[in-house]
């Protein structure tokens, strides 16, 4: 886990790489064949769901969407 800016929460917060499954769904979402340089928001939004922000970025882009991409929770 690393401390990066995030572009939607306005503020450097947590960021871990992408598990197994969100990168299988956001190579699907991009077309791409890797996507090992993203990183993903591990703030936490609402303490009582624990909704986290989830918005996408890589280690030398803050905002590599316009607009930002957000992974859904997998189910």
């Keep these: 886990m690393r401390t990066y800016y995030c ?5 450097d917060q947590p960021h871990r ?8 769904a956001l190579k699907e979402r991009l ?9 993903i928001c591990e ?3 609402d303490a009582a769901t624990g909704r986290q922000c989830r918005n996408l970025r890589t280690g030398g882009n803050k ?5 930002p ?5 997998p189910e």
């Design 7 to 11: 572009h939607t929460c306005d503020a």
């Design 17 to 24: 790489p992408l598990n197994a499954a969100e990168a299988a």
């Design 31 to 39: 077309g791409r064949r890797s996507v090992h340089e993203f990183w």
């Design 43 to 45: 703030a936490v939004l």
């Design 63 to 67: 905002k590599p969407f316009d607009p």
């Design 69 to 73: 991409i957000k992974l859904p929770v």
